[in-house]
């Protein structure tokens, strides 16, 4: 039984060096119009047409840019296809254009609407970063961070670089987004989904932005406008088009708000080079930016030509027929298959002794050489002695009812030994008629020396622009159940069909002619197995052809053959459809358990997949056909590696040079720079075993030290530190190591600290302040200057200067006078003696109720002692009894109000007044308090969305209006003597 090795290798990635994190939200946009998100947002890019970004490059991913969207959803025709490439780094990226920029002073955000297929494991690498650099570069750029929202949908996600000023990110012009960054463990291998869109900060331009292209039927020209303002109005503007050098006129010019469009009086064809000027006139968007005028500007032609086989030399061809002047031909086998050049057989020709031998290709129909002017002939000439002297082809183009119309291109023939496509375009000649049938192909012509006699030659196909036969009543397709018969040829009229075994209607068939204008009749079997007859007649109506397919039942399939075996995703190579057991081998400390995927040949196969609970363990795999009696069982056995010891690397990079003296028997080392960098070092390694764990701590500034941390398997760990040093300079060194005050050494003093705060008496004058005595460098050849404050409050500073004349640091002594509190908290609240239970400094309002008719006590203590209390005491029970409290500053206030009932009294009323009173908001800062009926008076309680109460007053007008600071929804509460109304209001 063979035994199968599977190896996973682990990857170790790079860090990117100063990223700056930051939170970034995100919105799903699920089932939603594109077009309608991020309004303040300008489109930078859509895939499929032109857009006001480029895209500058993708690495280390798939893209298909031109996929057809599939999502209703997302309302935009083409979108981008993505799969993920096995690499530490995955990046798409985009620039605008030169000579344009961001407007950053207006907006910082970008978006992009992405949509993430589920992966096959859960532990695949979720992140997702937008860069944003300048011409592409890494050594400078902000970074945003990210995670994939959800699988399966389309969410639109948000990047926004609102922590840098504008001015930080002037000059930032590309966009890269990374899928899965840093996938050191190949987590994300694999990883598909689709991109729909690029949003961000409009473009800043000082003039009209345009992409200009020749609409693929060649009859205009589109100038799309890619600024983010809309045309608003034009004044005669005056193109001139050219077309092969050739002034062409432009018949009509459509202006919209994104798009220029110019009608054209001559076709465009495929190969004409279109140059276009704008040359007078004026076009202007909305923000007043011009179209600049500009000469002679290449186009992007994007018109095609059609072409199609015309003859296939060695197949037995109806239309056209082939003729032969001093030629012989004969048809073989192909001996040389190409991709170009499939065929089984091919033509031999062997030409004779004569000036001009040719094949003449008779068409039976008549070609257009107006606007599709490209043929093309697959030759393979040997190599042999008898070579004619001018080794060449000739196509060449007639018309029969005009034999003195017709036109020759001549191609000489350089290669021998292989299939070579020689292409003949005529798009250069003005071809005066419309009616061409015939085509002649001449051999080393004019062979003046017969050198080129019995010279062998093998044709395969010719193919050219699209052939009218009237008399063509061939297919040039059947299909059924709308799929086409495999291998089908036209030539050939008889096909046999097997249905599957389970299918029970009779099956769909339809064919297609070569001629559109050809008649079809399809004559269906009334039974299984049966014969369906295909009659098709031609354009002349009379030529007839009759194809027949006879249909019968398959029997069930007993295959139970694996095409291709997927491990985690990935092809395993070493799968055989004879061996049947396998050991899978992954690194010590795996856990995730393998996932298997298979591919069977027979459609209608089904299997099953027993895993195990855990690592290491049997992978069990069963095929069942159709046949159920029929099966195949695989096992894959999973074990682990024993752990690695292994610490050692390959190599070490400093900023992508290698590290001089490197050894693996070195764990530190010095790197010597001749000045100060700003810039950091930046370490990288190769590891020897890659399961190795690695961890390296960059240096932040020079001098410095990174710090290599190596972990193997078997949590063997070396750590390597590269120390950065500057070769000797003027000292930096800006630092006091100790000072005195008044001769006594200052004990809180330290070199780093550079704030120090003192609180001094009133009474304290300047001059009386502690003299500076003694002051102790750090580095000898730095200066220093005092400067004594002669103000209290103010600050005495001492200024050091480095030897280098550049560093300076500025210590200083910030001399202040005592502070009042701003306390008016509360420790207690006391009624009648008993502590209020309830009683909490954030709540500012109590109700409680007592026994009696006597109105109870109320006693407070404060935090602060200095603080004063005035206690307003309520007159009657269902009246607020109002404790305030002003801090020792005299400006800090804060009020308690308690509302206390007896329980020999009625119930206050919560809402018996509620229609009688009216408040509302005026102005955002006003509260009006309307009383609509009896004028009485009240008591006014205003509460912030906090609880903290924030006005309070007794009132006994109709109308009030009360000034109120807090903003947002506020709590009012109005007290009559037995009842209270609640209301809120927002201010």
Known sequence: MKQIRLTILLYVALLLSHCVSAQVKNTSITEVDLSNTSSALTTLFNFGVPSISSLSTFTSVELDQNFSNPFEEIEVETIAKFQRNESVWSEIRWVIPEGTAFDFLTEKSFSIALYFDQPSTDNVNKNIWLILRKDGTTTDQKVMRTEIIAFDQWDEYSFDFSNFTAEELEGFNTVSLFIAPQDTEGLSTGLSGYIAELKGPRILSDFIMTSNVVVEDGKSIVLNVLSADPISSSDDPQFELKINDEIVNVTSIGIQEQSIQLHLEKEVIYNDKVELSYKGGNITDSEGKVLTYFENQLLINTVRYQIEEIYSFGAENNFPTLSNFKLQTN??????????????????????????????????????????????????????????????????????????????????????????????????????????????????????????????????????????????????????????????????????????????????????????????????????????????????????????????????????????????????????????????EYPFGTTSIPVLDLNLESAVATYSIIYPESLPGTIEVEVTAQDPLIKKKYTFEVILLSPSDNVNLSSIFIDGKALEGFSNEENNYNVAFDLPNTTAPYITLVLEDETTHVQIQQAWEIPGAGVIELTAQDGTRREITILFIVNELPSSDAFITSLYHDGSPMEEFNSTVLDYYFTVAEEMRPENLPDITEIVKSHSASTFTVTKTNFIPGTTKIEVVAEDGITMNTYQFHYRLPVLSSNTLLKEIRVDGQLLSDFSNEINHYSLTVEGSTMPEITVVTEDENAKVNIIKATAFGQLTLINVMAEDGVTKNVFALLINSTADPVLSLDSLDDAIKVYAENDHNLIIEQRSVQRKYQLLVYDCNGKIVYHGEHHQPKNKIPIKAKGLIIIQVVFERNRVVKKVWL
């Not at 050049?341 to 001009?356: A, F, G, N, S, Y």
């Not at 051999?443 to 008399?471: H, Q």
């Not at 009749?521 to 194809?547: F, H, M, R």
């Open 331 to 584: 048809i073989v086998d192909n001996f040389s298959f190409t991709e170009d050049v499939p065929q089984q057989r091919i033509t031999e020709i062997v030409k004779e002794e004569d000036l001009h031998s040719y094949l003449q290709v008779d068409l039976n129909g008549v070609i257009s050489m107006q606007k599709d002017k490209v043929f093309r002939c697959y030759i393979y000439q040997p190599s042999q002695d008898n070579i004619p002297t001018n080794n060449n082809i000739k196509l060449r183009v007639l018309d029969t009812e005009d034999p003195s119309d017709f036109y020759t291109i001549t191609k000489n023939i350089t290669v021998q030994d292989q299939w070579v496509a020689y292409e003949f375009d005529f798009s250069q000649i003005n071809f005066q008629g419309d009616s061409y049938n015939l085509l002649r192909i001449y051999l080393g012509s004019p062979d003046t020396d017969f050198a080129g006699t019995s010279c062998v030659y093998y044709f395969s196909t010719l193919e050219g622009p699209p052939v009218k036969y009237i008399n063509d009543a061939t297919l040039s397709a059947i299909t059924i159940d709308g799929q086409p018969i495999e291998n089908f040829d036209s030539s050939l009229f008889e096909y046999d069909f097997e249905i599957p075994y389970a299918q029970e209607e009779f099956p769909l068939i339809e064919a297609t002619p070569n001629n559109a204008n050809a008649t079809v009749e399809v004559v269906s079997a009334e039974e299984i197995p049966g014969t369906v007859s295909i009659q098709v007649t031609a354009e002349d109506g009379t030529t007839t052809l009759t194809y027949q397919v006879n249909i019968t039942r398959a029997l069930p399939s007993q295959n139970t053959n694996v095409t291709s075996l997927y491990i985690d995703g990935n092809v395993y190579t070493a799968f055989d459809q004879a061996t049947e057991s396998y050991t899978l």
